[in-house]
């Protein structure tokens, strides 16, 4: 009996010296994977970020490129890494919001059961814009249009199944339209379609078009969430137009590790993040590009994340997309 005593008492003092596996994380470079190409909206927010995490957390981010199926085959790479916090995703509402209810053959990863949520990062409206030559400046008179030339207006996205067709697909919807979806490699070159005239209107990332939009390159008529955006403040929403009541679409930016990361790797990251959104600097950042920083907890994001996958899932049912 006085053995045992004595053995768990040099156990537990050995337990006081050891140092926590993660009390100093991190303790080595933490790799922030994009699965879309360097340039657009996400890559741009998660270098931003990339750069204040790194001075609060005392070590260099690396941003790393993944494109591919949107945005699966950085998800699948991530769940499948080593979850020691130094891997994580920089996850949109394509990646774990659309493409589990597209993709149910060959997407690759769980979305729930394969990550362990970390934090928020940035709500991203969609803008309409329209080439400046199209003879229209509102929603109502897009819609006069596209009725008068049944199957003869295009609309670009950045890829089948994105966020960007969806909007599309649920205008036409909701206003009975016929129109022609042309998918492109990309927000940037969806963007470069309408200026050029290929295509004559699309729902862009705000962050993307708004360089474009200053630049009298793109006309915006509409943004697709509830509220106007702060950056465009005289432009109104979809819903604001009779026939389109309750039409919305938030795209986002989150932070997700792979299961099984160690809480204390969550929490800190966690910690940073929040105190990394909070810099004046990183705010004027994204509120510039039109991205709203957003802070959550962990268990806040996987209550978000679950109610994005129920609700994406009925809007690609109702639309009728399918990718496979």
């Not at 509402?93 to 970390?118: C, E, Q, R, W």
């Not at 070159?189 to 699309?202: C, D, I, K, P, Y």
């Not at 200053?214 to 697709?224: E, M, Q, S």
Request: with cysteine.
């Amino acid at each position: 009996m006085k053995r045992n005593l004595a053995a768990t008492a040099l156990a537990a003092g050995l337990a006081c010296a050891a140092p926590s596996t993660f009390a100093a994380w991190p303790e080595q470079p933490i790799r922030i994977v994009v699965g879309y190409a360097a340039g657009g909206t996400t890559d741009i927010l998660a270098r931003a970020l990339g750069e204040e995490l790194s001075r609060t957390l005392k070590q260099s981010i690396i941003v790393e490129n993944k494109a591919g199926a949107a945005g699966n085959i950085a998800a699948a790479a991530v769940q499948q890494a080593k979850p020691d916090g130094y891997t994580v995703l920089m996850a949109t509402v394509s990646s774990h919001g659309i493409n589990p209810a597209l993709y149910k053959k060959s997407l690759g990863y769980d979305p729930v059961g394969g990550f362990t949520p970390v934090g928020m990062v940035a709500s991203i409206p969609l803008v309409l814009v329209a080439n400046p030559k199209l003879p229209v400046k509102s929603v109502p008179e897009l819609v006069t249009l596209a009725r008068s030339k049944p199957g003869e207006l295009n609309y670009s996205s950045s890829g089948n199944g994105s966020p960007v067709h969806l909007a599309g697909a649920m205008f036409a919807q909701q206003a009975k339209l016929e129109l022609v979806h042309v998918p492109y490699r990309g927000g940037s070159l969806a963007n470069t379609a309408v200026m050029t005239g290929e295509a004559q209107f699309s729902f862009a990332t705000l962050p993307g078009a708004m360089p474009q939009v200053k630049a009298d390159n793109l006309r915006p008529l509409a943004v697709t969430t509830q509220q106007r955006s702060t950056q465009l403040p005289d432009v109104p929403t979809v819903a604001e137009t009779e026939g389109f009541k309750g039409y919305e679409i938030n795209t986002w930016n989150a932070i997700l590790a792979p299961k099984g990361t160690p809480p204390e790797a969550v929490e800190t990251f966690n910690a940073a993040l929040k105190t990394a959104m909070n810099s004046p600097k990183l705010r004027q950042l994204f509120e510039k590009e039109g991205a709203v920083p957003t802070t959550s907890t962990p268990a806040e994001l996987a209550t978000f994340i679950d109610g994005e996958l129920v609700k994406w899932a009925e809007v690609v049912r109702t639309v009728n997309i399918r990718v496979d």
